[in-house]
């Protein structure tokens, strides 16, 4: 079990918008365990039911003081008063709704913490730097696996060059967990996001400019370390390409690139999915009235009922970042990983990965370890060292190489 945070000078609340979600519930659960017995935990959710009962299940351990409160995000000003007294604010809902929360925690004086926001969505945050900054407030803009922690892998290798010319971020699993029961289409966060990033032109940043490709292209090989193995990742859209070649632009970098690797037969249904339309944000008149048909495909794909493990937790994931510079006037190459296994003493498997590093930044930003100011992508704001600490205690290993050249294989 991950050690407590030290506590504070007074105690602190720390918000999860939607934390009675998929990804939030691990927000929350790695806040109850991590965080200063005299802290609080707000559970801040639309669906005030959901959040009470989560809020139930912690009040009978030692754990910090903890909070359900019912918010609709969308009504910012409404927000803004659940949210008051909060120290950080960690954003996980959907990433169409992350303004409305970023406008939210800054109206109640918090600092601001989300899991991504698919590129396009993230661009129109970074346009909220100047607002945080004068608030004497830190918006952490891409904080859980991809963007997140691929981003300080970035950051670490970065930080040994003088230049940088390449940033490659690649991300394989494998689950090896017997299951019973399974659903049609397995899904363990929103259906809706992968759907977008299935269909969405990717970013890519090549020749020292941006472009965009098709979704799902160049799935070449890569081989990760055991026991993920040899993958195919494909180009889906992420913010990582939106955020590092603004980063390391005066360090150089012409080329950064993000892929990811489902597995087949889980690529393959969406992909079905997606062909068949279902990924359309265009409303279709049906009896009733009208309807978006990727909304209809969410909700029956998350409304599935969950597989049944059989035995232990056996699953594995490699986050990796390429990064490709000089140092000292040799090229060198950092391949820079970060190895999850999951969090079986907490329920979580590798969505750990996703949920925890929100909780990481929140936690940094309390200890005032992020003194950045302003709305700023993860490479920027979050020093590498501490958040990489703070992982190596969620069972969350950094592994990184120097090479000689710029031969790795991307």
């Known amino acids: 079990m991950s050690k407590r945070e030290p506590a504070g000078s007074v105690p602190r609340t720390f918000a999860v918008v939607g934390g009675a979600g998929a990804m939030g519930r691990i927000t929350v659960r790695d806040l109850m365990e991590t965080c200063a017995l005299g802290d609080e935990v707000l559970i801040a959710d639309f669906d005030l039911e959901k959040a009470a009962a989560l809020a139930a299940s912690f009040r009978a351990g030692p754990y910090p003081r903890v909070r359900a409160v019912r918010v609709d995000v969308t009504d910012r000003a409404g927000a803004a008063r659940a949210l008051a007294g909060a120290l950080v604010v960690v954003n996980a809902v959907q990433y169409q709704l992350n303004l409305d929360v970023m406008e939210a925690a800054l109206a109640a004086g918090a600092h601001y913490v989300d899991m991504g926001g698919l590129f396009h969505t993230t661009r129109r945050q970074l346009e909220l730097d100047a607002r945080f900054e004068a608030a004497g407030l830190t918006a952490v803009l891409g904080m859980g696996a991809a963007p997140g922690i691929a981003n300080l892998l970035a950051r670490h290798g970065a930080e040994r060059l003088d230049e940088v010319r390449?940033?490659?971020?690649?991300?394989?699993?494998?689950?090896?967990?017997?299951?019973?029961?399974?659903?049609a289409l397995a899904v363990s966060y929103s259906l809706k996001t992968i759907l977008e990033e299935f269909s969405t032109p990717p970013a890519v940043f090549t020749r020292g400019a941006f472009a965009f490709v098709e979704p799902m292209s160049g799935?070449?090989?890569?081989?990760?370390?055991?026991?993920?193995?040899?993958r195919r990742p494909m180009s889906v859209i992420h913010s990582e390409v939106a955020t590092l070649p603004l980063s390391y632009r005066d360090k150089g970098v012409r080329e950064v690139s993000f892929k990811i690797a489902f597995d087949p037969a889980f690529t393959e249904r969406v992909r079905f999915l997606r062909d068949l339309g279902l990924a359309?944000?265009?409303?279709?008149?049906?009896?009733?009235?009208r309807v978006k048909p990727i909304d209809v495909v969410s909700k029956v794909a998350m409304s599935q009922r969950p597989a049944r493990r059989v035995g232990r937790l056996d699953q594995y994931e490699v986050v990796r970042a390429i990064v490709k510079g000089t140092a000292e006037g040799r090229k060198v190459t950092w391949v820079v990983d970060c190895h999850t296994r999951g969090m079986p003493a907490w329920g979580i498997g590798l969505d750990v990965d996703t949920g925890s590093p929100p909780a990481v930044a929140a936690q940094m930003l309390a200890a005032g370890e992020v003194t950045a100011r302003g709305a700023l992508p993860p490479e920027v704001a979050v020093p590498s060292a501490p958040f990489f600490a703070r992982l190596g205690r969620r069972r969350m290993r950094l592994v990184a190489a120097r090479r000689a050249g710029w031969g790795f294989a991307t």
């Open 280 to 289: 359309s944000q265009e409303p279709l008149e049906v009896p009733g009235g």
């Open 219 to 230: 799935d070449r090989p890569h081989r990760f370390p055991p026991p993920v193995g040899l």
């Open 166 to 183: 390449e940033i490659h971020v690649r991300v394989g699993g494998v689950d090896r967990t017997r299951y019973r029961d399974e659903p």
